[in-house]
């Protein structure tokens, strides 16, 4: 499901969304990671970008 880009808040901000191709480069580059190894991660755990975060520290 699209983003509605009329709304935010913490719960959107928690989530890593793939389908958005802004979202994608944003955490790509905030994280350090190539969109392959941001995806792989988010098969792994998720989507909360928490988990995400703890996957690639772990990784």
Do not use: F
Not at 20 to 26: A, L, T, W
Not at 32 to 38: A, F, I, K, N, R
């Amino acid at each position: 499901m699209a983003d509605d880009k009329n709304t935010s808040g913490l719960p959107d901000r928690n989530r890593i969304s793939l389908s958005e191709d802004y979202e994608v480069r944003d955490w790509t580059k905030s994280l350090g990671v190539t969109e392959d190894e941001l995806r792989a991660a988010i098969d792994a755990v998720g989507n909360n970008a928490d988990k995400v975060r703890d996957h690639l520290k772990a990784g």
